[in-house]
């Protein structure tokens, strides 16, 4: 059990620990655990985002590949069946490059998010601190 001492002046009960960490521990926990949880949330929201662009490009390349095993039919020009393949592999490219650009688009986001969360973290911490170390300067 953390030793605890009073203020004559207010009659405030504080803990060995508030006073080795004057910034109101209990409140920095709290916000602290709050940036987490949001973090967490993030995360998750990113990881779906990302898990479901991978899973359409999945579902369209499969059925794309099953259109690519298709035999020419007798009487058809292979010269625009090729053509059609090659046009087929194009689309197909495009719709790739289109899904690396939103992953890393979602990877980017995320990490400035993330960025922002450590920026306020220390907005956050800022107050209680200077509310401690006032009574020094």
Do not use: C
Not at 2 to 15: C, H, I, L, M, V
Not at 60 to 76: H, L, T
Not at 94 to 105: K, Q, T
Not at 109 to 130: D, H, I, S, V
Request: aromatic share 10%; no cysteine; glycine share 6%.
């Amino acid at each position: 059990m953390p030793e605890a001492s009073q203020d004559k002046a207010t009659g405030a009960k504080t803990t060995k620990a508030e006073l080795l960490f004057p910034g109101h521990l209990a409140e920095t926990q709290a916000e602290g655990a709050a940036l987490f949880a949001r973090a967490n949330d993030l995360l998750l929201e990113t990881a779906r985002a990302i898990w479901e662009s991978q899973s359409d490009l999945v579902r369209i390349q499969a059925e794309e590949a099953a259109k690519a095993f298709v035999p020419i039919r007798p009487g058809d020009d292979p010269a625009a069946a090729v053509a059609a393949y090659w046009d087929q592999w194009h689309d197909g490219t495009e719709r790739l490059i289109a899904h690396m650009r939103r992953v890393n688009d979602a990877a980017r986001g995320y990490g400035w998010q993330l960025f922002e969360f450590y920026t306020e973290g220390f907005r956050m911490a800022e107050k209680p601190f200077q509310a401690a170390a006032r009574p020094y300067l």
